[in-house]
């Protein structure tokens, strides 16, 4: 498979040429992966990410392998910052044709014992952050008057409400309402949008949540990542990444990727 995969590297690779890539939340995990796979098939990538020195380790990555990529500090819950980043990122490298707006974080815990401050916190990474760069960025795109793609990360954890999911699920729901109204808005520009529905992926952000009320038939297609964290037998950030950019290339609207969304988990809380 790994020849498979290299013949499909060489069939696609220069399919984004003359594209540029946003990416945020990029230092890791999906948007890591997202990011050097489009970098791969001949996009010029701007990697940002709270962590500069993680987006620039991503940047690094691609222009070892012959790529372009810029590295941005941004925390896409700031609207100011966000709005300096899209000025900076037009200013030197044009309007994006493609947008993932997957920066993110994790949470679990029973609402009556998720502080407040912790609750809007992942509203304002989570959902926030995703409004912000798509006001930016889409507005700059209309007015450019040649299409473009925006992908938007929610969560399978948006089919899946229950006990320790408040914060989390809420915001994830709430990205997938507002990229069907995005989508239904920006159709007419030849935008389109895509919301990308993960089940649990071997990332970060699972491998600090604690996942439990896992029954034994799904735990044959799970595999322990941390203390009690489970994350999907197979099912790396390599994998979305590559689904992400399937989606583009077939402008899909929803992308609940896998049969996997059906597995409903519990988590009680972070480890
Ligand atoms: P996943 O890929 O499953 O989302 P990760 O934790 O591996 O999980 O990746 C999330 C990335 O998003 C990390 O690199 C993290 O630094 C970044 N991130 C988290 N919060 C923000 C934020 N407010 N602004 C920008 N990037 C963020």
Avoid: W
Avoid at 141 to 165: T, W
Avoid at 167 to 176: D, R
Avoid at 196 to 208: K, R, S, W
Avoid at 243 to 262: G, M
């Amino acid at each position: 498979s790994r020849e498979l995969r290299r013949a499909e590297m060489r069939l696609h690779r220069d399919e984004f040429d003359d594209h540029l890539v946003v990416v945020s939340g990029a230092g890791s995990g999906i948007g890591r992966e997202t990011a050097l796979l489009f970098a791969a098939r001949g996009a010029e990538v701007v990697a940002s990410d709270i962590d500069l020195s993680a987006a620039k380790r991503t940047a690094k990555e691609i222009v070892k392998s012959g790529g372009t990529a810029h590295a941005y500090q941004l925390d896409v819950s700031d609207p100011a910052q966000v709005r300096v980043h899209v000025d900076a990122v037009l200013q030197a490298h044009g309007v994006p044709d493609i947008v993932v707006n997957n920066a993110g974080v994790g949470a679990a815990g029973d609402f009556l014992a998720t502080p407040e401050e912790e609750f809007n916190r992942v509203l304002s990474v989570n959902l926030l952050g995703v409004v912000n760069s798509s006001r930016g960025f889409a507005a700059a795109m209309v007015e450019r008057g040649q299409g473009g793609h925006i992908v938007n990360l929610s969560s399978m954890a948006a089919y899946s409400p229950g006990k320790g999911m408040s914060a989390y699920t809420t915001s994830k729901s709430a990205v997938f309402s507002f990229s069907d109204c995005l989508r239904a808005e920006l159709a007419e520009h030849g935008i389109g949008v895509t919301t990308v529905c993960p089940g649990i992926v071997h990332t970060n952000i699972i491998a600090t949540t604690s996942v439990s009320g896992v029954s034994p038939e799904e735990e044959r297609e799970l595999q322990q990542v941390g203390d009690r964290a489970y994350a999907l037998r197979g099912y790396g950030p390599e994998k979305v990444a590559k689904q992400i950019v399937d989606a583009v290339r077939a402008n899909r609207s929803i992308l609940p990727v896998t049969p996997e969304a059906r597995i409903q988990y519990h988590v009680n809380r972070l480890a």
